[in-house]
């Protein structure tokens, strides 16, 4: 299904390793959600997962690079939910493997540059290269999986077709859901219809 206005681009996992994986919605459903459904859209995540600064030319960026994101992306998505036990013993050796082999590459190098205003802004020294944005991905996910803390604050969506998962950094440990405005808002919604239906009930 292509990605639409109602499924935008996420951003609001905790870790960008997580906002590639958050990029397939409604796992669980039917009819999953593909928000990266062309090298446009993977252009606009890297830029807007900050993998990249706005500007950047990323005329590089095409269905090959497509196809190796889409790839990380099904890995990465193993890999954690192994680690949540939500799926256990489907990451393999292979795949931490693969993602180690990822991480080896050297991510982008940056520079730091004056603006036009003479404030300090952040750029990439060489054209973005696909490995190296990838390794950038790879070496957060490593990062992750290996912090106590964090890996501890790994949380699955609680929405009954979201597979999304994220970092639970709220007050309490009590945050439910990946998005409050998008599942959150279902369950309130199906919560509401539950109560009018057993309202109506003798």
Same mark, same amino acid.
């Given at each position: 299904m292509?990605?639409?206005?109602?499924?935008?681009?996420?951003?609001?996992?905790? +870790?960008? *390793?997580?906002?590639?994986?958050?990029?397939?919605?409604? +796992?669980?459903?039917?009819?999953?959600?593909?928000?990266?459904?062309?090298?446009?859209?993977?252009?606009?995540?890297?830029?807007g997962?900050?993998?990249?600064?706005?500007?950047?030319?990323?005329?590089?960026v095409?269905?090959?690079?497509?196809?190796?994101?889409?790839?990380?992306?099904?890995?990465?998505?193993?890999?954690?939910?192994?680690?949540?036990?939500?799926?256990p013993?489907?990451?393999?050796?292979?795949?931490?493997?693969?993602?180690?082999?990822?991480?080896?590459?050297?991510?982008?190098?940056?520079?730091?540059?004056?603006?036009?205003?003479?404030?300090?802004?952040?750029?990439?020294?060489?054209?973005?290269? *696909?490995?190296?944005?990838?390794?950038?991905?790879?070496?957060?996910?490593?990062?992750?999986?290996?912090?106590?803390?964090?890996?501890g604050?790994? +949380?699955?969506?609680?929405?009954?077709? *979201?597979?999304?998962?994220?970092?639970?950094?709220?007050?309490? +440990?009590?945050?439910?859901w990946?998005?409050?405005?998008?599942?959150?808002?279902?369950?309130?919604?199906?919560?509401?219809r539950?109560?009018?239906?057993?309202?109506?009930?003798?």
């Amino acid at each position: 299904m292509a990605a639409s206005a109602s499924y935008d681009l996420r951003f609001d996992s905790g +870790r960008v *390793c997580l906002d590639l994986v958050a990029t397939v919605g409604g +796992r669980l459903s039917e009819e999953p959600v593909e928000r990266l459904d062309g090298p446009e859209r993977l252009r606009a995540w890297l830029v807007g997962a900050e993998l990249v600064p706005l500007g950047t030319c990323l005329e590089a960026v095409d269905a090959a690079w497509l196809t190796r994101f889409l790839a990380a992306r099904d890995l990465l998505h193993r890999v954690v939910r192994a680690e949540l036990d939500v799926e256990p013993g489907r990451a393999t050796a292979a795949d931490l493997e693969r993602l180690n082999a990822l991480a080896s590459t050297a991510p982008p190098a940056v520079r730091a540059v004056r603006n036009s205003d003479g404030t300090l802004v952040r750029v990439i020294a060489v054209a973005p290269d *696909c490995g190296a944005l990838l390794a950038q991905i790879a070496r957060d996910a490593v990062e992750l999986l290996t912090d106590p803390v964090a890996r501890g604050q790994l +949380r699955q969506c609680e929405g009954e077709t *979201c597979s999304l998962v994220y970092l639970d950094t709220s007050r309490g +440990r009590r945050r439910r859901w990946c998005s409050s405005e998008v599942c959150g808002n279902r369950e309130r919604v199906a919560r509401h219809r539950r109560r009018a239906v057993a309202a109506t009930r003798p």
